[in-house]
């Protein structure tokens, strides 16, 4: 039962990857824009960033079924990740300015790292893992310090999720996007 609920609460904030990572791509890019010469590769680099750590979904259900929790596999360890973040932006420090493929991935590791932070609101990491099984959640931590704030907005994940499509779906209308970085980069090859 408790598991059920987890996982319905999972797929709820499995959904705000893709506008996180849309968001996290845009903040990021005033910084890089100078390396940037495609900025659909830069946009394909970050979302798939955001979504990597559930490859071992895939994995789980095609060769373990049985394995109840994905996020014990190595693509869900916040070590891994923060070691990509560390060694990406180690990269970017010493790379020429207008080199792009290090803020690549930068970019990916950054969003990875960000999917760590996004999974443990409604459900557990192992963020100490592969040293130890203990898992962290940030609703389990609410649950024992603030109890009242879970009966006074139990549907506070919702919201929150609802709150980065709105202001993922906000950058993408008021900025138009597309158009308007394509114009930028084209602007500054001329
Ligand atoms: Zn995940």
């Known amino acids: 039962m408790i598991e059920g609920k987890f996982r319905s609460r999972e797929v709820i904030i499995?959904?705000?990857?893709?506008p996180a990572g849309y968001i996290v791509s845009r903040l990021l890019f005033n910084s890089v824009e100078q390396r940037i010469t495609s900025y659909k590769r830069y946009l394909f680099w970050g979302l798939f960033g955001a979504v990597a750590p559930d490859i071992d979904h895939i994995y789980l259900l095609l060769f373990n079924p049985r394995q109840p929790d994905h996020h014990l596999y190595f693509p869900h360890y916040p070590v891994f990740w923060f070691s990509l973040l560390f060694l990406s932006w180690c990269w970017l420090v010493i790379s020429k300015k207008n080199e792009q493929n290090s803020s690549l991935f930068f970019l990916f590791s950054l969003e990875g790292t960000t999917h760590m932070i996004l999974d443990s609101v409604s459900r557990h990491i192992y963020w100490l893992a592969p040293l130890s099984s203990r898992i962290f959640s940030i609703e389990h931590l609410i649950h024992l310090r603030m109890p009242w704030f879970i009966e006074r907005y139990p549907y506070w994940e919702l919201s929150l999720e609802a709150s980065i499509l709105v202001w993922a779906a906000?950058?993408?209308?008021?900025?138009?996007?597309?158009?308007?970085?394509?114009?930028?980069?084209?602007?500054?090859?001329?």
Do not use: E, M
């Open 14 to 18: 499995t959904f705000a990857h893709l």
């Open 170 to 190: 906000y950058l993408l209308i008021t900025d138009r996007n597309a158009g308007k970085i394509r114009a930028r980069l084209t602007a500054r090859a001329d």
